[in-house]
C-alpha cells in the first residue's frame, strides 16, 4: 500500500536550518509527483510547491521562494524539504503529499522555531 | 492563479443532519477539484476527487458535485466520527490550492 513516512518532529533556534525528510513506498515513486503543504498552528492548509520526481524540478508556490528548497533521493524513494533561516513564522506541520490530485498525506511533521 | 472560497468557515449540526458545504472558484476548472477531511490532530485525507468521485473505501454518505466554478460536499447523514475540518482544493498541472476549510462539530 502506498505510504509517506515523515521525519520526527524538530525544535529550532530561529536563523538555523531544518530538512524534513518524506520516505515513499508501495508505488512508483517516479510515476507521481510530491508536494508540500503547510499549516500553521490553528490555520489551513497552505500548498507550499511540488517537485517533479523524474527530473527533479522543483515548482514553489508564491512566498515559499528563496528560503525553502525541496530536493529529492531516488536512490532511497525519499523526497526532502528543507527551510534556511528559520523563523518563528515557519512554526508550523509541515506535509508530503503525493501527486498533482493529492491522493495520499504524509503524517505530518511538526517544526518549533523558537528561541 | 484560481482562488477557491468555501462557505460556510463554520457549522454545527446533530448527528442525522445533512450537512452541504460550497465551494467556489475564481474561474471555471472544469472538474479539477477534490475534497480533503482533516481530523482533529491528524493528517488529511482524500474523501473525494474529480468532483465526484469518491476514494475507496469512503463511506456512501459523503458525496461531491459541481463543475465549472461551483462544487458541493455533502454529508448525507451526519455521523460523530464526522467531525473535522473539510477543505476544498484544485488542482491544474502547475498549481494547487486549497480552499480556507470548513470546521463542522456536532450541535
Known amino acids: 500500500q502506498v505510504q509517506l513516512v515523515q521525519s520526527g518532529s524538530e525544535l529550532k533556534k530561529p536563523g538555523a536550518s531544518v530538512k524534513v525528510s518524506c520516505k515513499a513506498s508501495?508505488?512508483?515513486?517516479?510515476?507521481?509527483?510530491m508536494n508540500w503543504v503547510r499549516q500553521a498552528p490553528g490555520q489551513g492548509l497552505e500548498w507550499m510547491g511540488w517537485?517533479?520526481?523524474?527530473?527533479?524540478?522543483?515548482t514553489y508556490a508564491q512566498g515559499f521562494t528563496g528560503r525553502f528548497v525541496f530536493s529529492l533521493d531516488t536512490s532511497v524513494t525519499t523526497a526532502y524539504l528543507q527551510i534556511n533561516s528559520l523563523k518563528a513564522e515557519d512554526t508550523a506541520v509541515y506535509y508530503c503529499?503525493?501527486?498533482?490530485?493529492?491522493?495520499?498525506w504524509g503524517q505530518g511533521t511538526l517544526v518549533t522555531v523558537s528561541s | 492563479d484560481v482562488q477557491l472560497t468555501q462557505s460556510p468557515s463554520s457549522l454545527s449540526a446533530s448527528v442525522g443532519d445533512r450537512v452541504t458545504i460550497t465551494c467556489q472558484a475564481s474561474?471555471?476548472?472544469?472538474?479539477?477539484l477534490n475534497w480533503h477531511q482533516q481530523k482533529p490532530g491528524k493528517a488529511p485525507q482524500l474523501l473525494i476527487y474529480?468532483?465526484?468521485n469518491r476514494e475507496t473505501g469512503v463511506p456512501s454518505r459523503f458525496s461531491g458535485r459541481g463543475s465549472g466554478t461551483q462544487f458541493t460536499f455533502t454529508i448525507s447523514s451526519l455521523q460523530p466520527e464526522d467531525i473535522a475540518t473539510y477543505y476544498c482544493?484544485?488542482?491544474?498541472?502547475?498549481?494547487?490550492?486549497f480552499g480556507q476549510g470548513t470546521r463542522l462539530d456536532i450541535k
Open positions: 503529499a503525493r501527486d498533482r490530485v493529492i491522493d495520499y
Open positions: 508501495g508505488y512508483n515513486f517516479h510515476s507521481y509527483a
Open positions: 517537485i517533479n520526481t523524474n527530473t527533479g524540478y522543483p
Open positions: 474561474q471555471d476548472i472544469n472538474n479539477d
Open positions: 474529480a468532483a465526484s
Open positions: 482544493q484544485h488542482y491544474d498541472n502547475v498549481l494547487r490550492t
